[in-house]
């Protein structure tokens, strides 16, 4: 089953780098959002991306423009129709996932495969958003995609074993190593990620350190190539706290309880790069400033 023809839903973070890594692998990619403006963003996002490794020379501007080229945009879900993979990059919440997938079910083709990018949410239960649990599927890209090597490939309860394959198919098109998680909470890297990014909160919220000396004690100490502090930052506080929820309320388990002061954060704005303040500041370039 060849996946040529992509559609990502989220032009954001994840979404115009998993579109941007498709074009790449030679794949035609239509890169839609809420509105034209948001999808130009993200494509103007990949633009950006692919400039600078030609400025680096990893990259000849010939390349570039030709994976450009690859990348059209859209609104909403009406340009889901004829393509092969439709893949869902919106905000880590389940009822806007589900409310995204039974709109795309209404325009996609028949044998169109859906993947969502979700990092924590049950495929199982987001397949039945859709009328194909059998070509349905968990592709968890991780971020910076251009950059990480991994993807999570999560089947659901229902998930046909030719959805796997092609997907995992696709997933070697792009370069990527595959590592395959059985459905549940977190799935395998963010059931170890979260609980580790929270502990780092209490022990902010305890006192037991600054944000910059836990974040150092994990870089120069467990030899991580950022702390988990600006870690969360990066990803996105909220997104964060909306794991920790999944977590607790799939496994029951108190050690997945989210610590207050990241639901504080949350609750006063302070999500990371994207607001401009979190557990530090950041520039309007996502910079850290303090």
């Not at 994976?67 to 893949?87: C, Q, Y």
């Not at 993807?151 to 659901?156: A, K, L, P, Q, Y």
Request: net charge negative.
């Amino acid at each position: 089953m060849s996946l040529d023809r992509v559609f990502v839903l989220g032009a954001g973070l994840m979404g115009h780098g998993i579109a941007q890594v498709s074009a790449a692998a030679g794949k035609a990619v239509t890169l839609a959002d809420r509105t034209e403006d948001l999808a130009a963003k993200g494509r103007q996002r990949i633009a950006a991306n692919l400039a600078r490794q030609v400025e680096k020379g990893k990259l000849e501007q010939a390349d570039a423009d030709a994976i450009l080229g690859r990348i059209t945009t859209g609104v909403g879900v009406e340009g889901a129709g004829g393509h092969d993979l439709v893949i869902e990059a919106v905000f880590e919440d389940e009822a806007l996932k589900r409310e995204s997938w039974a709109a795309i079910t209404d325009v996609a083709d028949t044998e169109a495969i859906f993947a969502t990018n979700t990092s924590s949410i049950s495929i199982t239960a987001l397949a039945t958003a859709t009328d194909r649990p059998d070509r349905f599927i968990g592709l968890h890209f991780f971020s910076p995609v251009p950059v990480m090597g991994l993807i999570e490939i999560i089947r659901g309860l229902e998930t046909a074993d030719a959805t796997a394959s092609a997907c995992r198919e696709f997933a070697g098109q792009l370069g990527k190593t595959v590592i395959e998680s059985r459905d549940y909470p977190g799935f395998i890297v963010n059931r170890m990620l979260a609980p580790f990014i929270n502990e780092a909160v209490f022990a902010l919220m305890d006192g037991t350190g600054t944000a910059e000396a836990i974040d150092n004690g994990a870089r120069l100490g467990l030899n991580h190539p950022i702390g988990p502090l600006e870690l969360s930052d990066f990803v996105g506080n909220d997104v964060m706290l909306n794991i920790l929820d999944v977590l607790y309320r799939g496994f029951g388990d108190p050690k997945f309880r989210a610590a207050p002061l990241l639901r504080q954060m949350v609750s006063a704005g302070h999500l990371g790069r994207k607001s401009g303040r979190g557990f530090y500041r950041y520039d309007e370039q996502g910079h850290k400033v303090g």
